[in-house]
């Protein structure tokens, strides 16, 4: 029998029972379909994971979180800043944080308070859009000097009328405090660790004096090489390590290129998980096809003993049930890719970052449901092969 008269025999083979071919195609497709999804959901996590993990700071950044041993949950300034001495670090940037009312007006909102030097800048990389930033003069003088984000600008002057993009020279109160706002924060959007728009930045010296603490309970560290930043955090824990004698819990070290890793391997662990349970689908898929090949082996019996008594060898009858079983699952195949490229689009828009389907998983998965029709399609086509002509030709 020639290739492609075996083809178009099964083809119409195929088609001749829509239904029937419909029906077992179908786990075929979803199997197909959902692993292209879970690509797809895959790749729109790993984007929003490194969106998160790079709105922490620029890869040369490094944080420090210090919870504290017993009485002493902090650090003095005077030690934070004794970490700008170690090797490969360029900048130090000391922080001490609370929550607060700021009030404008009549409009009072809830709101992350941070202290800062005027490195926090360059070592957060966090700037302003207008105004200015948080100087010496007012470390120093201890001045009523506030960086605002534009999240907690819009909460406090739309709500009064005002434009939240001209808070520069405005004055709020935080906690009955007056502070004359000198800066708008550019937008950062979102991260790990909360809103970087929700916030107001103050002079580190300001925020210990009004809200009666001395200590630092975050420190920022940005280091000149990266490729030495395992270095940079080794030294640190050094340090820490023996100012809290020992306590590994008083503190954590936070370096943006780990947290990367740590969070691909969780998400590369879960969409794996995921995709085995995809795969299952699949092995299901085959097995209805190789039912309903079996049916379709019993139904023809009569057909296949006449053509062997026409002159049709094994191989052709072989041949001939195989390639109608990868048809049915490569059909499958093709229209799972087609549902899963549309699931993947839904899913982009609907988690609202970028979706991507690699090419090698698309191959992939149409090669395995190809792949399910031979290995399932095998034992029904090889019935079908063996059965001798007589036989065949009484089969009633």
Known sequence: MKLTQGLMMAVKSVLSNKLRTVL???????GVATVIALVAMGKASSNEVAGQVASLGSPDSLSVTITG?????????????ELGDLNNVKGVAPVTSTNAYAKFGRTQVSVSIEGITPEYESVKDFSVQDGRY??????????????IGTQTAKDLFEEEGENPEEAVGKKISINGYIFTIVGLLESKGSSLTGSNDEKILIPVTTAQKIFQTNGITTINLKVTDTDRMSSVVTGVEAVLYEK?????????????????????????????????????????????????????????TREIGIR???????????????????????????????????ASFVIGRVMQTETEVPINTVMLAFAFSAF?????????????????????????
């Open 24 to 30: 077992s195609m179908l786990g075929i497709l979803i």
């Open 69 to 81: 041993r017993g009485t002493v949950t902090s650090l003095s300034m005077e030690e934070a800043l």
């Open 134 to 147: 948080i100087a010496a003069p007012d470390i120093n003088n201890k001045t009523k000097a506030a960086l």
């Open 244 to 300: 809290f004698r020992g306590n590994e819990n008083a503190y954590r070290v936070l370096n943006q290129e780990e947290a990367m890793k740590t969070l691909n391997s969780v998400n590369e662990t879960m969409n794996r998980q995921l995709i085995y349970v995809a795969a299952i689908s699949l092995i299901v898929g085959g097995i209805g096809i190789m039912n309903i090949m079996l049916v379709s082996v019993t139904e023809r």
């Open 308 to 342: 062997k008594s026409l002159g049709a060898k094994k191989r052709d009858i072989l041949f001939q049930f195989l390639v109608e079983a990868v048809c049915i699952s490569g059909l499958g195949g093709a229209l799972g890719i087609f549902l899963g490229y549309i």
């Open 372 to 396: 399910v029709g031979v290995v399932f399609g095998y034992l029904p086509a090889n019935k079908a092969a063996s059965l001798k002509p007589v036989d065949a030709l009484r089969y009633d």
